[in-house]
């Protein structure tokens, strides 16, 4: 049981992806939970979600600080990076923001792992950082290479990188979007009738994340495989399921930076991609890291052109299920 008895530090932890993290690792018996963000009221509200649990220590705090991260870092055996900020208008409206927290902050996160001697550091990324078309992907494709390259700078440390697609029900998500639509307005805004993307229950999410955490050597990005579907299909779904008539679906054109299919693996990095198991891919890295080449020599390549969002999609029976099993549906 690997994080028994040991010391976690969740970036970002008061986010959906946090809950569940803390949540998960709970079970584990670790010996302390540090929740690191900026958000006050959400660490409140948190606080008391889990019952003031005295496991949990909660600190105010911003990845771009290095000090403040430093600090927070002091005797932890493990760090779950999650801190981003990670809507893409956002991002394409403030890029110089998203550069402050998502690449230099990361690296923030690197030195202050370095310098506190942490086990391991697991950087939760997106399939937008595959071959990116907006900020947001970009800044997070430039967190990937630094947490790879993170491990030529000491021994000590493994650095690893996970990428997912959208999960159900994250904050702002597509979900809690259409069902306030469905509700308040009667219709729902749908971006492109052709949109697809890659779904998964947050539940499953963080079961892949430990996954990863615990086989990996350091310097790979874990790619989850992940069911993908068409965002009207989705709609329809949640339509059915409200019971409500006559409800419209409204075509709004694709916003800036946005992609008609997302893709978890580009054509440039299935060339280094290997078939992990049937739950990933793992891509390796292009730049020496000791001990990844033997640690992956029997395994064999993925042959893949790309991994993309618009192939193998699931029927509308298969979506209900998947909403149900992540309790959006009644």
């Known amino acids: 049981m690997m994080f028994k008895n040991k010391t976690i530090l969740v970036t970002g932890g008061t986010g959906s992806w946090g809950y569940e993290l803390v949540r998960q690792l709970l079970k584990y018996q670790p010996k302390e939970i540090r929740i690191f ?173 430990f996954k990863a955490t615990v086989e990996s050597v350091g310097g790979e990005i874990f790619v989850m495989k992940m069911p993908a579907c068409r965002i009207v299909d989705l709609a329809a779904v949640l339509i059915e399921d409200s019971g409500k008539q006559n409800i419209e679906m409204e075509v709004l054109g694709v916003r800036p930076g946005e992609k008609i299919h997302e893709i978890l693996l580009s054509e440039y990095e299935s060339a280094t991609t290997i078939a992990y198991d049937n739950q990933y891919y793992v891509i390796l890295p292009l730049i020496h890291i000791d001990g990844i080449k033997e640690a992956y020599a029997n395994f064999k390549p993925a042959n893949l052109y790309n991994y993309n969002s618009s192939k193998e ?18």
């Open 313 to 330: 999609l699931m029927s509308k029976a298969e979506i209900k299920q998947m909403l149900k099993r992540g309790g959006f549906l009644s």
């Open 37 to 209: 963000s900026r958000n006050e009221s959400n660490q409140f509200t948190m606080k008391q979600d889990f019952d003031n649990n005295p496991l949990l220590h909660f600190l105010i705090g911003d990845i771009k600080e290095r000090d403040e991260i430093v600090n927070a870092c002091q005797g932890v055996d493990y760090i779950f990076h999650l801190a981003a900020l990670k809507h893409v208008p956002v991002c394409e409206n403030q890029p110089i923001e998203a550069l402050k927290t998502n690449v230099h902050g990361t690296q923030n996160v690197i030195d202050a792992a370095i310098l506190n001697n942490v086990s391991t550091v697991v950087y939760i990324s997106t399939d937008k950082a595959s071959n990116p078309s907006n900020f947001y992907g970009l800044s997070k494709a430039m967190g990937e290479r630094l947490i790879i390259h993170a491990n030529t700078l000491t021994t000590k440390t493994r650095f690893v990188c996970i990428r997912g697609g959208n999960v159900l029900g994250t904050n702002g998500s597509v979900i809690h979007v259409f069902k306030k639509q469905i509700e308040q307005k009667g219709k729902i805004g749908i971006t492109d009738p052709e949109m697809t993307r890659f779904f998964l229950t947050i539940e499953d999410a963080i079961k892949l994340v």
